[in-house]
């Protein structure tokens, strides 16, 4: 499973869209004089973010951009980080991340927010938009895939 955000509107959108296996977005648009069509959406304006598999403690489905709490207090942005092939916690004010498992997000992660409406949150994610967008960095990709 997936949600996406438009980046244009600042809104989820709740649309019959699918990834094809580029890893692309895509809508079906049905016609009635001829049939279905099928248009890819643009990565400038949506992002998706895959749900990683894994619940909070509250039983919530976590995605990649949730900006999560630890019991300790700690505040962190779910990533997925090629490196290791896994999904983390990234720690921004330790500097540290930690790999998620079954056991830890069970226990002791909740969803407080996420990188779009929530990033607050997190003063590090505030930098490093303003930052792309002054660069003009604008595809909104937080991860290799």
């Known amino acids: ?11 989820w959108i709740r649309h019959d869209i699918f990834l094809t296996q580029n890893g692309d977005l895509a809508v079906i ?5 001829t049939g279905k069509k099928i248009k890819l959406l643009s990565s400038q304006r ?3 973010h895959m749900d990683i598999g894994l619940r ?3 039983n919530h489905l976590i995605h990649e951009g949730d900006i999560c ?6 505040i962190g942005l779910i990533i997925y980080f090629a490196e290791i092939a896994s999904f983390v ?6 500097n540290k991340y930690y790999p998620l498992s079954k056991k830890l997000c069970n226990s002791k992660i909740q969803i407080v927010g996420n990188c779009f409406d929530n ?4 003063p590090q994610l505030n930098k490093e938009n303003e930052t792309e967008l002054s660069e003009g960095k604008t595809d909104g990709k937080e991860s290799d895939r």
């Open 1 to 11: 499973m997936f949600r996406i955000y438009d980046k244009k509107d600042k809104k």
């Open 56 to 58: 909070d403690k509250l």
């Open 119 to 122: 990033a607050y949150l997190i």
């Open 29 to 33: 648009k049905s016609r009635i004089l």
């Open 46 to 48: 949506y992002q998706y």
């Open 89 to 94: 916690f990234v720690d921004y004010s330790n």
């Open 69 to 74: 709490k630890i019991d300790n207090g700690q």
